[in-house]
């Protein structure tokens, strides 16, 4: 599975960006599409994952401003993110997994939020 995730750029405080990404290939179901961040000098962290078919699920330091969607029929995953602060710059990975597999990930899009 290849995924081309989208949607990032330069945007202040407060603001909003959506990401895409799309995944291709020998895609299976049901799969698990996922957002991570990994911010400067720190690790990928989990913002949240979205099984095919199901409500989102988020990590505790994500609720609130940040919502996962899918579409199925398009294979794409979207991650909308509101009143942006600086502590969320950073790389945005989505990942791909079958319910047992491993992730596969893509080249991640950068987000800078900026005051």
């Known amino acids: 599975v290849q995924l081309q995730a989208s949607g990032g750029g330069s945007v202040q405080v407060g603001g909003s960006l959506r990401l895409s990404c799309a995944a291709s290939?020998?895609?299976?179901?049901?799969?698990?599409m996922g957002w991570y961040r990994q911010a400067p000098g720190k690790e990928r962290e989990l913002v949240g994952t979205i099984l095919s078919g199901s409500a989102p699920n988020y990590s505790n330091s994500f609720k609130g401003r940040f919502t996962i969607s899918r579409d199925n029929a398009k294979n794409v995953i979207y991650l909308e993110m509101t009143a942006l602060q600086p502590e969320d710059t950073g790389v945005y990975y989505c990942?791909?997994?079958?319910?047992?597999?491993?992730?596969?990930w893509g080249q991640g899009t950068p987000v800078t939020v900026s005051s």
């Open positions: 990942s791909f997994k079958l319910v047992m597999g491993l992730n596969s």
């Open positions: 290939g020998r895609i299976l179901t049901p799969n698990i």
